[in-house]
């Protein structure tokens, strides 16, 4: 398998130490002033030149968010968050508007290249006239919308998409564009007083992207949004809207990094999925945002709020996650099951390293009939790490027939890290089936010892055992992907063994 | 040439080997056999470096290589495989991969070319035919819901394919059926040859009446007691190590 090999690269590349993408791009920055209250609300909104419907809708949720007390039920301790000593707004000053492509700064292009990011891409980031349309040699196509800190920079592949009626920009362009469906839909899966953070975004968001796939239309390519916090300061809160009418179907991946700082850093973003009769939307992360060093010192609060709904008959949600960084990730991608024989799924694979902590799983509601979830949960952990899977499976008493099936696997590595498992199952249904596995192991010195005498190092061993581990949740994700997430499993677990 | 002199080693404080002499020669395949507790899985654990076996004296050497200093995977770069007793499960890990992985990894340390998926997938089907081995085996995970047999196999499948200069077996013999027997022995019969050497630890002459040795040592408290021919294996098997070791 190729993918072994690259993972054996990446752990020799990094073996420098250091976290790969902690460099920060020189680019002129335009703020909104520090500190949060309604004339920063205004201030977003006005950037954007939004209509009046959503500042109502901005302020309101800004509103409750001010009623509102930070949660503190998850199993994640950090010094209380001042949101009065941050900035709300950034945006690259050079790309706010990129009208074309060829307007995009050649900073942000170099930023690109620097992560990798799979643009064939690259040249139509660059502006090379024609190349919006041919995908790189041996590639799969990915259409890709960036979003650098709060704007989204570049939509590539519109052209194509567009033949098949597919929508995919930048949410603020989707505002404008077509407003009667994110009028409908904004908030219909999130509402703005669904949490702390969820109401925060709403107020605060500043871009993300906008999925719509007309009836009956399988999306000819991978859809993706590459997230990337670079401004000193400001949080990032982007917004995801992805609709998938009747009979339609989309796979789509958002990928992040950010660089390196020393001060921690807030990311609280909301997707809402929704699917139709017989629409399937799969929605893979892979997430790396800085961890923090070593000491715990510095990196991303990922505070997240994602959820779908299958309003459909036979309507499917899937998703697929592998959380490397982040000091803090606290996450729960959700499926509400309406639709009769709708199916959610839940892969997740979380790796806590060094001061890391995770809390992260999901829940499933269950409310139409024959409705059907399955959640996979693998949590490493390592060095200092802790690492929680909650999860809650509902199931109403309409939902006759209702099947789940849960199993969660922690793996320790070291004796000073923790793994805990928190399932909640709420089943009001006498005719639901609900399973849960769990298992708690560790990477055996035996393992080890065998790998090495068949002359692997001792990183490549557990690269190879850790991939191991996971490879239920890897094979979910699309094959490009599944290279990159387990290339970032063995970076994320450098130094935790030895 | 493996060459051990004055080799001590301990567990956790207690002495296991009490200095063991042994000389190997290039091209030789040499038994040792003991009693439970005499310090065999030690010896094979030392040779091939794993944690929590302290070496307190002696020396090893391979082609005039101190080996004790080297980590277990510089000691398999160098040719040393150490067939378990128990191989171990890797859950989620094919077979093919892990086969690849480690191939490739040796062949780096030594600072040969990788060998790409399609020459592996060539390379493995040939040896697996040469030992009669069902193709599925590299599809499965490594050694997981693998029989005792199928276990042993699958050692014997990577020693085919990493084509070690010395091989030690670990009891290898154990929990076999005679069939599985054959196997392994068909494994390390088919390496011999004037560049390789095996050092078959067992504690049944059985398994030499397939794998005929070159020589026989036997080993009681620590250390070499006895060495002969191969008709030693079968004095032992006649009269018991009791008698005959003494």
Redesign the interface.
């Known amino acids: ?2 993918a ?2 690259e993972t ?1 690269e990446a752990v020799q590349s990094v073996t420098e130490g250091g976290y790969k993408w902690g460099f920060s791009t020189d680019i002129e920055m335009e703020f909104a002033p520090k500190g949060l209250n309604e004339d920063i609300v205004r201030f977003i909104s006005a950037k954007k030149n939004e209509p009046a419907w959503l500042l109502e809708w901005r302020l309101k949720a800004f509103a409750i968010w001010q009623k509102m007390e930070t949660p503190v039920w998850a199993a994640v301790q950090h010094p209380p968050i001042d949101f009065q000593d941050a900035f709300y707004y950034a945006a690259p000053t050079n790309a706010q508007k990129p009208k074309s492509l060829d307007e995009v700064d050649p900073e942000l292009l170099k930023t690109y290249a620097k992560l990798g990011i799979p643009l064939k891409e690259q040249a139509i980031l660059a502006g090379v006239e024609g190349a919006g349309d041919t995908p790189a040699e041996g590639r799969m196509p990915i259409a890709v919308d960036a979003v650098f800190d709060s704007v989204s920079v570049a939509t590539t592949f519109k052209d194509r998409l567009e033949k098949d009626g597919i929508i995919f920009c930048s949410i603020s362009e989707a505002v404008h564009k077509h407003p009667e469906l994110v009028r409908e839909y904004l908030g219909s899966v999130v509402p703005q007083a669904d949490n702390f953070y969820a109401a925060l975004n709403s107020a605060v968001f500043t871009d993300g992207s906008f999925v719509y796939i007309p009836k009956g239309v399988r999306c000819p390519m991978e859809l993706s949004t590459y997230f990337r916090i670079n401004a000193k300061g400001p949080g990032l809160f982007e917004r995801t809207l992805i609709l998938a009418d009747a009979g339609s179907h989309v796979s789509y991946l958002e990928g992040c990094t950010a660089p390196q700082r020393d001060e921690n850093q807030l990311h609280a973003a909301v997707v809402e999925l929704v699917a139709l009769d017989d629409a399937t939307i799969k929605y893979s992360t892979v997430q790396n945002w800085y961890p923090g060093d070593a000491e715990g010192k510095g990196g991303i609060y990922n505070f997240v709020t994602k959820r779908g709904a299958c309003r459909g008959a036979r309507s499917k949600i899937s998703w697929t996650q592998v959380e490397t960084g982040s000091a803090i990730t606290w996450k729960y991608p959700s499926c509400i099951l309406l639709g009769d024989d709708s199916v959610g799924e839940f892969y997740s694979v979380a790796i806590t390293n060094n001061r890391q902590q995770a809390d992260t799983g999901t829940k499933m509601f269950h409310i139409g009939r024959n409705t059907k979830s399955t959640i996979v949960s693998k949590g490493i952990s390592a060095g200092r790490g802790q690492n929680t899977y909650r999860g809650l499976v509902r199931i109403s008493p309409k939902a006759v027939g209702a099947r789940n099936f849960t199993q969660c696997d922690s793996l320790l590595i070291g004796d000073q890290c923790g793994a805990h498992t928190v399932p909640y199952i709420e089943n009001r249904c006498m005719s639901a089936k609900v399973e849960h596995e769990a298992t708690t192991s560790r990477i ?4 080890l ?10 990183e ?1 061993a557990v690269g ?2 850790v ?6 949740v890897l094979k979910e994700l699309p094959m490009e992907f599944a290279v990159e997430a387990q290339k970032l499993l063995a970076i994320s677990l450098e130094g935790s063994v030895g | 040439m493996l060459k051990i002199e004055g080799l001590t080693a301990e567990i956790d404080g207690k002495t296991i080997l009490n200095g063991i002499d042994l000389e190997l020669p290039t091209g030789e395949v040499h038994a040792i056999m003991g009693p439970n507790g005499s310090g065999k899985s030690t010896l094979s654990y030392v040779l ?5 076996y302290e070496v307190t004296g002696g020396s090893v050497t391979f082609n005039g290589i101190d080996i004790l200093a080297m ?3 510089e ?3 160098t040719g040393l ?2 067939a ?1 007793q128990y ?8 077979n ?3 086969l ?7 062949r780096r ?1 030594r600072g040969e070319p ?1 060998v790409d ?1 399609m020459q592996f997938l060539k390379l493995a089907r040939a040896k697996m035919k040469a030992l009669n081995m069902p193709e599925d085996m590299l599809k499965r ?2 050694n997981v819901g693998f029989s005792g047999g199928e276990k042993k196999r699958n050692d014997v499948l ?1 020693m085919a394919l ?1 084509e070690p200069k010395l091989a030690i077996l670990d009891e290898t013999d154990s929990g076999l059926d005679i069939d599985a027997l054959k196997i392994v022995a068909d494994g390390v019969n088919a390496l011999r040859g004037p560049a390789f050497s095996a050092l078959v630890i067992t504690h049944y002459q059985r398994l030499l009446n397939y794998i005929v040795p070159d020589r026989v040592h036997v080993l009681m408290g620590g250390r070499i007691t006895r060495s002969g021919g191969p008709e030693l294996a079968h004095e032992l098997e006649a009269q018991g190590y009791g008698q005959a070791a003494a």
């Open positions: 398998m190729p072994v090999a054996i055996a010195e035996d393992q010892f065998y790998c090495r005498q068949r002359g692997l190092t001792e490549e190879l055992i991939n191991g581990f996971c490879r239920e | 091939s470096g794993r944690e929590g980590e277990p995977e000691r398999a770069a495989f150490l378990f191989p171990v499960e890797l859950p989620g890990v094919g093919a991969n892990f690849r992985t480690a191939l490739n990894a040796q340390a990788e998926a995970g490594v990577q990493l």
